[in-house]
């Protein structure tokens, strides 16, 4: 017998649980319709105002007519202008930037290759100077001074042969002397 009780006790359990069960999915099923109750109610509304202002479009368009299409196109227009032109400039800037970016890297470039000619310059200007004193070849500043030297000496003989007419004199007493004796 206590198996059967034992076995009534655990249907009652059974029952009960499945009663509370029972009573939670009706509150939610409650609640539930009242949700979908006012849903439809909002949706409805929803519905009803795009309709309306659907006719409200169609009655304006029927009385504004051909303005209405005339006024969209120069509209679209404008539009279309507008964002051609914001295209153009978008464009023009990024032209401009490559365009700087390629001058400053021509500019870098050729900075680079004068000072790489300069320092050529200077390499063979100074081999060339070294092979010259090693052949004996008299330098800028001793060709000067030679210069300097030779014009000094020009001076001095100019200054003896304005002085020779005199050496001519005493010429002209031996040939009196000759000339009497």
Same mark, same amino acid.
């Given at each position: 017998?206590?198996?059967?009780? @034992?076995?009534?006790?655990?249907?009652? =359990? $059974?029952?009960?649980?499945?009663?509370?069960?029972?009573?939670?999915?009706?509150?939610?099923?409650?609640?539930?319709?009242?949700? %979908?109750?006012?849903?439809?109610?909002?949706?409805?509304?929803?519905?009803?105002?795009?309709?309306?202002?659907?006719?409200?479009?169609?009655?304006?368009?029927?009385?504004?007519?051909?303005?209405?299409?005339?006024?969209?196109?120069? $509209?679209?227009?404008?539009?279309?202008?507008?964002?051609?032109?914001?295209?153009?400039?978008?464009?023009?800037?990024?032209?401009?930037?490559?365009?700087?970016?390629?001058?400053?890297?021509? =500019?870098?470039?050729?900075?680079?290759?004068?000072?790489?000619? $300069? @320092?050529?310059?200077?390499?063979?200007? @100074?081999? %060339?100077?070294?092979?010259?004193?090693?052949?004996? %070849?008299?330098?800028?500043?001793?060709?000067?001074?030679?210069?300097?030297?030779?014009?000094?000496?020009?001076?001095? %003989?100019?200054?003896?042969?304005?002085?020779?007419?005199?050496?001519?004199?005493?010429?002209?007493?031996?040939?009196?002397?000759?000339?009497?004796?």
């Amino acid at each position: 017998m206590s198996i059967g009780t @034992n076995r009534g006790a655990v249907r009652e =359990g $059974d029952c009960m649980a499945a009663r509370k069960k029972t009573r939670k999915v009706e509150s939610t099923v409650r609640k539930t319709r009242a949700r %979908v109750a006012s849903a439809p109610a909002a949706l409805i509304e929803n519905v009803q105002q795009i309709w309306l202002a659907g006719m409200g479009a169609i009655a304006k368009a029927q009385k504004e007519g051909p303005a209405a299409f005339q006024d969209a196109v120069a $509209d679209g227009l404008k539009l279309l202008s507008r964002s051609r032109s914001n295209a153009e400039q978008v464009i023009r800037d990024a032209f401009e930037s490559a365009q700087e970016s390629v001058q400053s890297r021509v =500019g870098t470039a050729r900075d680079q290759a004068t000072e790489t000619w $300069d @320092n050529l310059e200077t390499l063979f200007q @100074n081999r %060339v100077h070294k092979a010259m004193q090693q052949l004996g %070849v008299p330098s800028g500043e001793e060709i000067r001074l030679l210069t300097k030297r030779v014009e000094e000496l020009t001076a001095s %003989v100019q200054a003896m042969s304005s002085r020779k007419p005199r050496a001519t004199k005493p010429a002209r007493r031996a040939r009196r002397k000759a000339a009497r004796g």
